[in-house]
């Protein structure tokens, strides 16, 4: 069998180069198309200047063969208005012997050469063949020109829109962070102002039930209780929402962090006292860089939600621990809970944001929000996994650090 080669494919067929010849002599114009013609070229030949210049608007030629002295508009005219309708056209004198002055004149006026005649096809076809390599140059730089101004119209008109597009953006964030500002400042102080009053009513309703709890029947305590408890939540959710509030304003102070320590001081003080049944894993975490107050309200947001929602299980497990993925460290705390569905992701994060009720799981929904503002100032991200009944771990980064 015989090996088999790749076969080059056909270069792209080439379209004859157009000459345009004019020689107010009839028969010496038609006898220089037709040896021109069998050379390959495509001729239009005239005797007349004008109608020459009538055929250059109707369609481009690559060459243009003139004669110098024509009657009604010699060459250097004629080929001053040829250049008019097209500026890179390459031009070549016809002279005869005794005006080879005017030929000098004629290449100072823009042709490329001059030939004499009578003419010897050896002679003029080199002189045709560098001209035309010249109009491909020049068709060439030409094109490329107008690529370049192109191009740069487009950058012009790119810069014009990324700057529109950046001023808009300063601007939305500008308008952004005022709003925030503004509503980090209500909910300060609507929660600074309704501290007082709420520690005011607790204390009343504390009062109240010592003095006078023998003479409330089972139904009123009841109530009392209710309402007590009702106090309290309200108490932890204004503390919350001071907390996120406050979490803007105050400045990180970044310094290198022992993760370790923290979640060791946290066990110690969050840990159940009544659950047996727990199982804490611990893995070392690498020293990071970051505001360790703050890492330290993160892990204790996320270790209280983990043993929160695992209570009830036997055993319950909570995990802490890190890896590099890809070139980020990565750091989560795991429990084998409740969990959630995935649909409801979105909400997590929220401000008051639940996915259990109340009455199955405390809190005020503020810890989750705590947690993502915290990990986005130190340049992070923050997400959630899992499925009902079978626990969730959060993961974090802290950005570069």
């Known amino acids: 069998m015989l090996p088999q080669t790749e076969l080059e494919p056909d270069p792209p067929l080439q379209l004859p180069a157009r000459l345009l010849v004019v020689d107010d002599e009839e028969p010496q114009m038609r006898a220089l198309c037709n040896t021109l013609a069998g050379e390959g070229y495509e001729v239009a030949g005239f005797t007349s200047p004008l109608s020459a210049l009538g055929e250059l ?6 060459l243009l063969l003139t004669d110098l002295q024509m009657p009604g508009l010699d060459g250097i005219e004629f080929l001053a208005a040829a250049r008019r309708i097209d500026p890179e056209l390459i031009a070549i004198m016809m002279t005869g012997h005794g005006t080879i002055d005017s030929a000098v004149k004629a290449m100072q ?3 490329l050469d001059y030939i004499q005649k009578p003419f010897r096809l050896k002679a003029m076809l080199p002189v045709l063949k560098r001209g035309l390599e ?4 020049r068709t060439e730089n030409s094109e490329l020109r107008k690529a370049q101004e192109t191009i740069l119209r487009l950058n012009e008109s790119l810069e014009a829109r990324v700057r529109e597009r950046t001023r808009e953006l300063e601007l939305a964030n500008a308008e952004l962070a005022t709003a925030n500002r503004d509503l980090e400042s209500f909910s ?8 007082a009053p709420l520690r005011t009513l607790r204390g009343f309703f504390e009062i109240f039930a010592a003095d006078y709890v023998q003479a409330i029947p089972p139904d009123g305590r009841s109530l009392l209780d ?3 408890e009702s106090g309290a939540r309200m108490s932890q959710l204004i503390e919350d929402l001071l907390a996120f509030s406050r979490l803007s304003r105050q400045p990180l102070a970044k310094s290198p962090v022992s993760l370790d320590a923290i979640v060791a001081r946290l066990l110690a003080e969050l840990r159940p006292k009544d659950a047996p049944n727990l199982e804490v894993r ?3 975490l690498p020293e990071c860089h970051g505001d360790a107050s703050l890492l330290e309200q993160v892990l204790a947001n996320l270790l209280s939600n983990a043993f929160k929602f695992s209570r009830g299980r036997n055993p319950a497990v909570v995990e802490v621990s890190s890896a590099m993925r890809g070139d980020e460290r990565v750091y989560w705390v795991r429990d084998n809970g409740a969990g959630f569905d995935m649909k409801h992701a979105d909400k997590l994060f929220g401000v008051f944001q639940r996915l259990h009720p109340s009455a199955q799981f405390e809190g005020t929904g503020v810890g989750l929000s705590i947690v993502q503002r915290i990990v986005q100032r130190h340049g992070g991200r923050v997400w959630a996994e899992s499925r009902p009944g079978e626990g969730a771990t959060f993961s974090f980064t802290l950005g570069a650090g």
């Open 188 to 195: 300060y102080s609507v929660s600074h102002d309704l501290r």
């Open 226 to 228: 209710r309402m007590q």
């Open 57 to 62: 608007e109707r369609g481009s030629f690559d």
């Open 109 to 111: 006026a823009g042709a």
């Open 134 to 137: 010249i109009r491909h140059l």
């Open 282 to 284: 611990i893995d070392a």
